[in-house]
């Protein structure tokens, strides 16, 4: 199935650091949304995007809806261990549903 | 306030069996979907339900199926499972169909065909 490319794969980081990570896709979307997924848990909303352009942030985090519709960032500042976990950026289309396409994760590790 | 709430969690069946997974949206909530999340991947988008109907479908085969019930409810049910199909099942449900609103997303159901 399509997913939408998301990198870095992964990171190892130290508590305090600055995040960042993206989401590119070849098609464009109306809507970016940004997932964090913990171990034998569901996918929780963090941030919704609607609008090219729009910065938008949820305390440490801040994520961005690309220009050109295809892309979006999301920064952690000031990383803490709880931060620890999966993220995925998800691209809705838009149209009759709100359908989402997943990116394919970042694996983020924090150590104290 | 309840958010979505999937049933069972866990799951072990045999190749060729049929199984049924359940949620139920968070409150509030007309519009159920269903993804299935491989080992290592993003969730993938199996169907949507609103209004009792289907109104979307992703790329999964027939063998995949579901059902909306009057309460908002929702089952889905794998026929003749395949070894490919042990995944974890996540359904996620929002406020208005074809909106601009966001799913929230239960923990899942862990299947594993042996």
């Known amino acids: 199935g399509q997913q939408l490319n998301q990198s870095p794969q992964s990171m190892f980081i130290q508590e305090g650091e600055d995040v960042s990570m993206n989401c590119t896709s070849s098609s464009i979307f109306n809507t970016w949304l940004w997932y964090k997924q913990d171990p034998g848990e569901g996918p929780v909303l963090l941030i919704a995007?609607?609008?090219?352009?729009e910065l938008t942030s949820n305390g440490r985090l801040t994520a961005q809806f690309g220009i050109t519709r295809k892309d979006s960032f999301l920064n952690i500042s000031a990383s803490i261990p709880s931060d620890v976990g999966i993220y995925f950026c998800a691209g809705q289309p838009g149209g009759a549903t709100n359908k989402l396409i997943f990116g394919t994760g970042t694996l983020l590790a924090v150590q104290p | 306030d309840a958010g979505v709430t999937q049933s069972p969690t866990h799951l072990i069946k045999t190749r060729g069996q049929q199984v049924t997974l359940r949620c139920s949206p968070k409150s509030g909530h007309d519009t159920v979907s269903w993804y299935q999340q491989a080992l290592g991947q993003g969730p993938q988008f199996i169907f949507q339900y609103y209004e009792e109907e289907e109104r979307q479908r992703g790329n999964f085969p027939d063998r995949f199926s579901g059902h909306q019930f009057p309460n908002y409810s929702s089952e889905l049910n794998v026929n003749a499972l395949l070894l490919g199909d042990s995944a974890l099942y996540l359904c996620?449900?929002?406020?208005?169909?074809?909106?601009?609103?966001?799913?929230?997303f239960g923990n899942g159901t862990r299947l594993t065909v042996t």
């Open positions: 996620a449900s929002s406020g208005r169909q074809g909106a601009n609103s966001p799913l929230h």
């Open positions: 995007l609607y609008k090219a352009g």
